[in-house]
């Protein structure tokens, strides 16, 4: 073992290793200290610190509707993917083996279809139904986006789980519907909270479907990117600080939570 | 607690253009004990969810006592069942799991108490009520789903290959502890298991299945001694299957130069277990017994018994098996030796 540590070629893969760490890590490690600069303009290093534009962001009222919008547009299309992910993950598990590609090509397909694509046909089916603006429609379009995922996800515990749990509810005394809550549910806990995560974030940091029909009525990745555009205000260094540790933090859990469903199960 | 009668009235289960099962009778007595036993794949699994009502029958019906089982759903028929890989919630204590078949029918709260102890006490795992299942071992897990699928004392009860998942010793331990527990509450009892030897150990009656049917159904003395078909003979036990041929009022078998009386017109074989041959001499004289010459190729030391394979004349292998107490006087390798049998032990099979 030691003298493969000290070989040529381990040196290269260390090296490798650390550049590729600090190629993923080099954004947030420029965005982080700026955000804490007391500075007129984005400063890389900061001259000065403080807490100065995330007390703007925090009491600017625009920051915060989008903010408030982005979380509200997140909570309710997690929830409505979870639901209809996991039902759809139980409904694929009791068909036909002959139909379940079919079905399955169908519920992942808009993680694989261009973004900008499906964007284009909401758009116009939106500026069709006079639904422009409107934040059910991007509630039901993000939740669309999440789908895929909740449905791996649930669909990968699904399959650990031993399918003679709900017959054995069954047989003991459980109707149908009981049966699926109190025996096929509960043990898909950990991966459903984990989906309901995952879902939330692929919503609240998308951009394009919110460019697209939002108008408006901006969500928070809007707010940033035309800000962007305009002027460049530190408030998008704090803002996205926040972003950042709130996302890896969430992320976290979600796979941790997913970890542990694959194992229980095993 | 009573067991009721459990019938199958010439069930067929079609899947696609297989069946799965066909024109499967049976019926078991109140409180009896009857295992179906067959290879992978021979519907028993498709027969025992037939009546638990996880599955319909494609044509045919079940019944427990006078009552068909046709479009009851499972919860309504009121069986216990044993699941081959445990099937306990994973998300629910050993006390819950217990007591779930309790709170299904609503029973009181202390009284679900107390059944659930004595059920647990009953598989001697009474300290065990606040654990969950991921932290038992196997035959824990195993324990537990029995308890479960008797605390509601149900009138009958199915295991599908409930013991296969276990390792010998453990095997052994609980097919004791299930027929204890069976006589104990006398449900009416359907086991499924692949294991001729469990089958034997444990069952009032064995239906030995091939191919979605029943080849022969009888007490586990009868199906080895007298196997209705050539399929059960080789299935249970270990067997010679010497070819013979029809002759007036029973069989003539060539290789050994004997004639078994039989009424079967359509012989072809006979089956004699190895441990019905002897050599000669040691069979008591006063019923009607057969003696022939074989070559001895090879022993084999198998502990409490060895045994010797010897080739006919006609060149067919033959197997006898004895007892160790004769092992003094090996014969060698490659002797010619005197052997015998009852021919009463010689039982008669057509080649299907
Ligand atoms: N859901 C099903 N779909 C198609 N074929 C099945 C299904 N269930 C069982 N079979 C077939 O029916 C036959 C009997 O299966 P099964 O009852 O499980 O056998 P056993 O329990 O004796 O191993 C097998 O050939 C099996 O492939
Ligand atoms: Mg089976």
């Given at each position: 073992?030691?003298?493969?540590?000290?070989?040529?070629?381990?040196?290269?893969?260390?090296?490798?290793?650390?550049?590729?760490?600090?190629?993923?890590?080099?954004?947030?490690?420029?965005?982080?200290?700026?955000?804490?600069?007391?500075?007129?303009?984005?400063?890389?290093?900061?001259?000065?610190?403080?807490?100065?534009?995330?007390?703007?962001?925090?009491?600017?009222?625009?920051?915060?509707?989008?903010?408030?919008?982005?979380?509200?547009?997140?909570?309710?299309?997690?929830?409505?993917?979870?639901?209809?992910?996991?039902?759809?993950?139980?409904?694929?598990?009791?068909?036909?083996?002959?139909?379940?590609?079919?079905?399955?090509?169908?519920?992942?397909?808009?993680?694989?279809?261009?973004?900008?694509?499906?964007?284009?046909?909401?758009?116009?089916?939106?500026?069709?139904?006079?639904?422009?603006?409107?934040?059910?429609?991007?509630?039901?379009?993000?939740?669309?986006?999440?789908?895929?995922?909740?449905?791996?996800?649930?669909?990968?515990?699904?399959?650990?789980?031993?399918?003679?749990?709900?017959?054995?509810?069954?047989?003991?005394?459980?109707?149908?519907?009981?049966?699926?809550?109190?025996?096929?549910?509960?043990?898909?806990?950990?991966?459903?909270?984990?989906?309901?995560?995952?879902?939330?974030?692929?919503?609240?940091?998308?951009?394009?479907?919110?460019?697209?029909?939002?108008?408006?009525?901006?969500?928070?990745?809007?707010?940033?990117?035309?800000?962007?555009?305009?002027?460049?205000?530190?408030?998008?260094?704090?803002?996205?600080?926040?972003?950042?540790?709130?996302?890896?933090?969430?992320?976290?859990?979600?796979?941790?939570?997913?970890?542990?469903?694959?194992?229980?199960?095993? | 607690?009573?067991?009721?009668?459990?019938?199958?009235?010439?069930?067929?289960?079609?899947?696609?253009?297989?069946?799965?099962?066909?024109?499967?009778?049976?019926?078991?007595?109140?409180?009896?004990?009857?295992?179906?036993?067959?290879?992978?794949?021979?519907?028993?699994?498709?027969?025992?969810?037939?009546?638990?009502?996880?599955?319909?029958?494609?044509?045919?019906?079940?019944?427990?006592?006078?009552?068909?089982?046709?479009?009851?759903?499972?919860?309504?028929?009121?069986?216990?069942?044993?699941?081959?890989?445990?099937?306990?919630?994973?998300?629910?204590?050993?006390?819950?799991?217990?007591?779930?078949?309790?709170?299904?029918?609503?029973?009181?709260?202390?009284?679900?108490?107390?059944?659930?102890?004595?059920?647990?006490?009953?598989?001697?795992?009474?300290?065990?009520?606040?654990?969950?299942?991921?932290?038992?071992?196997?035959?824990?897990?195993?324990?537990?789903?029995?308890?479960?699928?008797?605390?509601?004392?149900?009138?009958?009860?199915?295991?599908?290959?409930?013991?296969?998942?276990?390792?010998?010793?453990?095997?052994?331990?609980?097919?004791?502890?299930?027929?204890?527990?069976?006589?104990?509450?006398?449900?009416?009892?359907?086991?499924?298991?692949?294991?001729?030897?469990?089958?034997?150990?444990?069952?009032?009656?064995?239906?030995?299945?091939?191919?979605?049917?029943?080849?022969?159904?009888?007490?586990?003395?009868?199906?080895?001694?007298?196997?209705?078909?050539?399929?059960?003979?080789?299935?249970?036990?270990?067997?010679?299957?010497?070819?013979?041929?029809?002759?007036?009022?029973?069989?003539?078998?060539?290789?050994?130069?004997?004639?078994?009386?039989?009424?079967?017109?359509?012989?072809?074989?006979?089956?004699?277990?190895?441990?019905?041959?002897a050599r000669a001499g040691q069979i008591s004289a006063?019923?009607?017994i057969?003696q022939?010459?074989?070559?001895?190729?090879?022993?084999?030391?198998?502990?409490?018994?060895?045994?010797?394979?010897?080739?006919?004349?006609?060149?067919?292998?033959?197997?006898?098996?004895?007892?160790?107490?004769?092992?003094?006087?090996?014969?060698?390798?490659?002797?010619?030796?005197a052997?015998e049998?009852?021919?009463?032990?010689?039982?008669?099979?057509?080649?299907?």
């Amino acid at each position: 073992m030691k003298s493969l540590r000290n070989s040529p070629g381990s040196v290269l893969m260390t090296l490798f290793f650390i550049l590729t760490i600090l190629f993923l890590f080099f954004p947030i490690m420029v965005i982080l200290p700026m955000s804490f600069s007391a500075g007129e303009t984005l400063q890389f290093p900061p001259k000065s610190w403080g807490l100065r534009w995330y007390r703007e962001y925090f009491n600017d009222d625009l920051w915060r509707a989008s903010t408030f919008r982005s979380l509200r547009i997140a909570l309710m299309a997690s929830i409505l993917s979870t639901a209809a992910g996991t039902l759809a993950a139980v409904g694929l598990d009791r068909t036909r083996k002959s139909l379940v590609p079919v079905f399955t090509g169908l519920f992942l397909a808009p993680a694989i279809i261009p973004n900008v694509i499906i964007a284009l046909g909401v758009f116009i089916m939106a500026v069709w139904t006079g639904l422009t603006s409107s934040e059910p429609l991007l509630v039901m379009v993000h939740a669309m986006l999440g789908l895929p995922f909740v449905l791996l996800i649930v669909g990968a515990a699904l399959r650990q789980q031993d399918p003679s749990l709900e017959n054995a509810a069954r047989v003991f005394g459980a109707g149908p519907v009981q049966a699926f809550v109190t025996a096929t549910l509960p043990p898909l806990t950990p991966a459903i909270i984990s989906s309901l995560i995952f879902a939330f974030f692929i919503s609240f940091d998308e951009l394009i479907f919110a460019l697209f029909v939002m108008g408006g009525k901006v969500t928070l990745p809007v707010r940033i990117w035309s800000d962007l555009q305009h002027f460049i205000n530190p408030t998008i260094a704090s803002v996205s600080t926040i972003f950042i540790i709130a996302t890896t933090l969430a992320m976290t859990t979600a796979e941790i939570l997913r970890r542990r469903s694959a194992n229980r199960n095993a | 607690m009573q067991g009721t009668t459990v019938r199958f009235d010439n069930v067929s289960k079609w899947f696609g253009n297989t069946a799965a099962l066909e024109n499967f009778s049976l019926t078991v007595a109140p409180g009896e004990f009857v295992t179906l036993l067959g290879a992978s794949g021979s519907g028993k699994s498709t027969a025992l969810n037939i009546l638990a009502g996880f599955s319909d029958a494609t044509s045919g019906d079940v019944l427990i006592g006078d009552r068909s089982l046709t479009g009851v759903p499972s919860e309504d028929r009121n069986v216990g069942m044993v699941f081959q890989n445990f099937a306990l919630f994973p998300h629910m204590s050993v006390f819950d799991n217990v007591a779930f078949p309790l709170k299904m029918r609503k029973t009181p709260a202390d009284e679900t108490r107390r059944l659930v102890m004595d059920s647990l006490e009953m598989v001697k795992l009474a300290g065990f009520a606040n654990r969950k299942p991921a932290a038992l071992s196997g035959g824990q897990r195993q324990r537990v789903a029995l308890a479960r699928a008797v605390v509601f004392s149900p009138p009958v009860l199915l295991m599908d290959e409930c013991l296969s998942a276990l390792d010998l010793k453990l095997r052994e331990e609980l097919q004791g502890e299930i027929r204890r527990i069976h006589k104990d509450i006398g449900a009416t009892t359907v086991f499924v298991t692949h294991d001729q030897g469990e089958a034997l150990t444990m069952s009032d009656r064995v239906a030995v299945q091939n191919d979605g049917k029943i080849e022969q159904i009888d007490n586990p003395e009868t199906l080895y001694d007298r196997p209705a078909t050539r399929f059960v003979a080789e299935f249970i036990g270990q067997t010679n299957l010497i070819d013979v041929r029809p002759t007036k009022g029973g069989v003539e078998v060539a290789a050994i130069g004997t004639h078994i009386p039989s009424d079967k017109t359509d012989g072809a074989v006979i089956s004699l277990r190895p441990e019905r041959i002897a050599r000669a001499g040691q069979i008591s004289a006063g019923s009607d017994i057969t003696q022939f010459n074989a070559r001895l190729e090879d022993t084999v030391f198998l502990g409490a018994t060895v045994e010797h394979h010897f080739r006919l004349k006609d060149g067919e292998a033959l197997t006898v098996r004895e007892g160790r107490s004769g092992a003094s006087d090996l014969p060698e390798i490659g002797a010619e030796v005197a052997l015998e049998f009852r021919k009463e032990d010689a039982v008669v099979l057509a080649d299907h």
